[in-house]
């Protein structure tokens, strides 16, 4: 039997791609976990502070693993997952208005947005995207800039009373988490035409994670510098302390990410407006443990608006994200833009692509707050001669916003004939929200049969 040679290559590059995406033997989320415990734990508890001051952080310890390690965690899960994927009609469609299918002296469309078209029955396109994130900026902090502030063990427990009552209560641990986050998603597609208005479309990501960092804890020790000895120290002596610890981390994760099929039904097309509606279902197949999904079904609900005026096609998506995971709000979707015939094969698309957080109540809260501290002045003597009060907020990176995402997709499509299509675009973040890379590359091909 004769064997399609486009179909065998689409054969060949999934097999490879799938098995050097095999899940490896990581687990990403306990990475944050385990650096807390082992600064706020063991690293005092084996060092040299004195006696039970080795146990004056646990508290702290506790409230890392149940507040900010799965806050962190959720960040970076629901940002990986949910990086949008290309048009499911890439490649040459059928005009209904003629009868034909439209050729390479036409507008290719858009590249992350949608047009109301369909490909029409029979038809197939499939291909892949590869792209380039690093993730490095969370509610516009630096990821390598994260701060957090640990403060000490209420010990002295008077109710109405600030902490600092007891000397050892001043003490304050900083910790940067100096992260940093590489990722690479390869995305094969495939959208069939069903009937000439229904498309269905099938896309598997491919994730590859990387996330490294050196955590340094800095102690910052009001017992040493007001009495003259550290009670918490990472080392050293209690007069010649020593008051810094660093821990570094390096892990991989690569696998299969969450699932997307997708079906769109055009209720018109022609020559004039055209309108129809998408349902993207993102299936939990992606490893939650590794970030390389969200553990949880995701369901957008989308109505498309698309116009052809010559060479000029502009478009409006508007959708409704229905997302399931912890920690994670529904959100309402837009695609804004258009794409241009610049010469035959070739097509200028760019868009405004928006997620807006629904739910404040499912906002993600990474350390909020302030505490208060009550610094005693002291005499020589040691005796307590007034007081200053100390405001500490427990983070650097603002919990007053919405994680709401604003980019821009700037592209091309190229063709060199009716069948081949390459693209390329970068992906430009307009806000702070969520975490961001400061520029997403991408790259791909496809073909229609």
């Known amino acids: 039997m004769k064997t399609n040679p486009r179909m065998s290559w689409l054969y060949t590059?999934?097999?490879?791609?799938?098995?050097?995406?095999?899940?490896?033997?990581?687990?990403?989320?306990?990475?944050?976990?385990?650096?807390?415990?082992?600064?706020?734990?063991?690293?005092?508890l084996q060092s040299g502070?004195?006696?039970?001051?080795?146990?004056?952080?646990?508290?702290?310890?506790?409230?890392?693993?149940?507040?900010?390690?799965?806050?962190?965690?959720?960040?970076?899960?629901?940002?990986?997952?949910?990086?949008?994927?290309?048009?499911?009609?890439?490649?040459?469609?059928?005009?209904?208005?003629?009868?034909?299918?439209?050729?390479?002296?036409?507008?290719?469309g858009p590249i992350f947005a949608e047009t109301a078209k369909t490909l029409g029955k029979g038809k197939i396109n499939f291909g892949f995207n590869y792209t380039l994130l690093s993730p490095s900026r969370i509610r516009g902090i630096n990821t390598n800039e994260m701060q957090f502030s640990f403060t000490h063990l209420d010990v002295e427990?008077?109710?109405?009373?600030?902490?600092g009552t007891n000397p050892n209560e001043s003490d304050v641990l900083d910790i940067g988490l100096g992260l940093n986050l590489d990722a690479s998603i390869f995305a094969f597609y495939l959208t069939a035409g069903i009937t000439n208005n229904l498309d269905i479309g099938l896309a598997i990501p491919l994730v590859n994670l990387t996330m490294e960092g050196e955590m340094i804890a800095e102690m910052n020790s009001f017992t040493w510098a007001a009495l003259g000895q550290a009670n918490h120290r990472f080392g050293g002596t209690n007069t010649d302390p020593e008051l810094r610890y660093t821990t570094a981390y390096s892990d991989n994760a690569a696998g299969i990410g969450d699932l997307a099929v997708r079906l769109k039904y055009s209720f018109l097309q022609g020559a004039g407006s055209n309108l129809a509606v998408l349902i993207d279902a993102r299936v939990p197949t992606g490893d939650q443990d590794n970030f390389l999904g969200t553990g949880k079904t995701n369901v957008r609900f989308s109505g498309i608006v698309s116009q052809k005026i010559g060479n000029f096609t502009p478009h409006l998506n508007i959708g409704y994200d229905l997302r399931t995971a912890d920690l994670d709000s529904d959100e309402l979707e837009f695609a804004v833009g258009f794409d241009q015939k610049l010469a035959p094969g070739l097509t200028f698309a760019f868009d405004i692509l928006g997620e807006i957080d629904l739910n404040d109540s499912e906002k993600i809260g990474l350390f909020p707050g302030t505490t208060t501290i009550r610094d005693q002045i002291l005499s020589s003597t040691g005796t307590p001669i007034g007081s200053i009060f100390r405001e500490i907020s427990n983070s650097n990176i603002p919990n007053d916003i919405k994680d709401n995402v604003i980019n821009t997709a700037t592209g091309f499509r190229y063709a060199p004939s009716d069948q081949v299509q390459f693209l390329a675009n970068v992906l430009v973040p307009l806000n702070n929200g969520g975490l961001r890379s400061n520029l997403a590359a991408t790259v791909g091909m496809s073909i229609s049969l």
């Open 13 to 44: 590059s999934l097999l490879f791609c799938l098995v050097s995406y095999l899940p490896l033997k990581a687990q990403l989320n306990t990475i944050f976990q385990e650096k807390f415990d082992e600064i706020l734990v063991d690293a005092f």
């Open 49 to 108: 502070s004195p006696g039970e001051h080795g146990t004056h952080f646990i508290d702290a310890a506790m409230k890392a693993a149940n507040e900010l390690t799965p806050a962190l965690n959720s960040f970076i899960a629901g940002n990986i997952s949910s990086f949008p994927l290309s048009s499911t009609s890439a490649g040459v469609t059928f005009d209904f208005s003629t009868g034909q299918p439209v050729s390479i002296s036409e507008s290719l």
């Open 157 to 163: 427990q008077k109710p109405g009373e600030f902490l």
